[in-house]
């Protein structure tokens, strides 16, 4: 055995095959070693160009979002201005409560007031119509006229405060949207501004960032930085954010930045204990939810769980004892 490994390795035809074997393998491998080696710095770029084409399109998609909730301020219509204007029904029907509210819920401008004082007109107007449609002519209701008065007299009231509630309602889930997401936008902006950023070109940053996680806030918080533009005073920026969000951890930084800006106080030690409140806040709302379940819990498991549970139980009783019979 060894014998024969000797002969061929001192063979010259053998050993000539073999160099050549290995001449020609790492020729191929010189040839082949540009197009198997990865180009580091054109793969950086092509993970920085991907990048910027994603944020293109984020941008995009958050102008079409912008463009959609623009739609809430539109001009008024031209037949629904002719009758606020013809009965003056700025003076009867319309109160600041109501043009706070519309702000609260995000209807803007002229044309969203005028629709409102338009259908808190016409609702209770087609609400006592309908009512003694149904209760004089269609006599749907055997009672007597007294009562059908009556219900036609609260007809006419739900109809004048369902622009009203619908208001209230709108505000409600634009103001629990925000409280979700302030803590968030708190510490974003507390970032901004430790970075070395001036807390205007802050709330625009962060205006850009939170609108993947609240649209509504993003809005608000763009307008401010508009009108912290072009305001003579910062402060009026800040009251007109609180009067359009109405919520108490919005106030209370808006105070502080207030305060800050007049008496030279640092900023980002304000956001910080204000974002943690809030946090806290928010945690403390979660756990009454929570705290609440077990109470509401307990009708529909009375009328709904037990029952279904006690004919799984019984009824296979019942089943042997009727066949035990």
Not at 72 to 83: D, F, G, T, W
Request: aromatic residues 8%; glycine residues 6%.
């Amino acid at each position: 055995m060894i014998d024969a490994i000797a002969e061929k390795l001192f063979d010259p035809r053998f050993m000539g095959t073999v160099l050549t074997s290995v001449a020609a393998a790492a020729t191929a491998f010189a040839v082949a070693q540009p197009f198997l080696e990865t180009d580091k710095l054109a793969k950086r770029m092509k993970l920085v160009s991907d990048e910027r084409e994603q944020i293109r399109r984020r941008e995009r998609l958050m102008g079409d979002r912008t463009q959609n909730r623009a739609t809430l301020r539109v001009e008024p219509k031209a037949y629904m201005k002719s009758i606020v204007e013809r009965y003056q029904l700025h003076r009867w029907l319309g109160t600041d409560t109501a043009k706070r509210k519309l702000m609260q819920a995000g209807y803007r401008g002229q044309g969203a007031e005028t629709a409102f004082l338009f259908f808190r007109l016409v609702v209770p107007c087609a609400s006592v119509v309908g009512a003694l449609f149904y209760l004089f002519v269609l006599e749907a209701i055997d009672t007597s006229y007294l009562v059908r008065f009556g219900l036609v007299i609260g007809a006419a009231y739900g109809g004048i405060k369902a622009p009203e509630l619908f208001l209230v309602n709108a505000a409600k889930k634009r103001q629990t949207e925000i409280r979700k997401a302030w803590p968030d936008a708190l510490d974003l902006t507390l970032i901004c501004v430790e970075s070395g950023m001036a807390i205007e070109h802050a709330f625009r940053k962060v205006s850009t960032e939170i609108a993947g996680s609240s649209v509504v806030l993003a809005e608000e918080l763009a307008l401010m930085t508009a009108e912290m533009s072009f305001l003579p005073d910062r402060r009026q920026a800040y009251e007109n954010l609180v009067m359009r969000t109405g919520l108490d951890p919005v106030k209370a930084v808006a105070t502080a930045l207030i305060q800050a800006e007049r008496y030279g106080t640092p900023v980002g030690q304000a956001l910080r204990v204000l974002s943690q409140e809030s946090r806290d806040q928010r945690m403390t709302e979660a756990e009454k939810k929570a705290a609440g379940l077990p109470p509401k819990l307990t009708v529909p498991m009375i009328l709904f769980f037990l029952p279904v549970l006690f004919v799984v139980i019984i009824t296979p009783a019942v089943i042997q004892i009727m066949r035990t019979q």
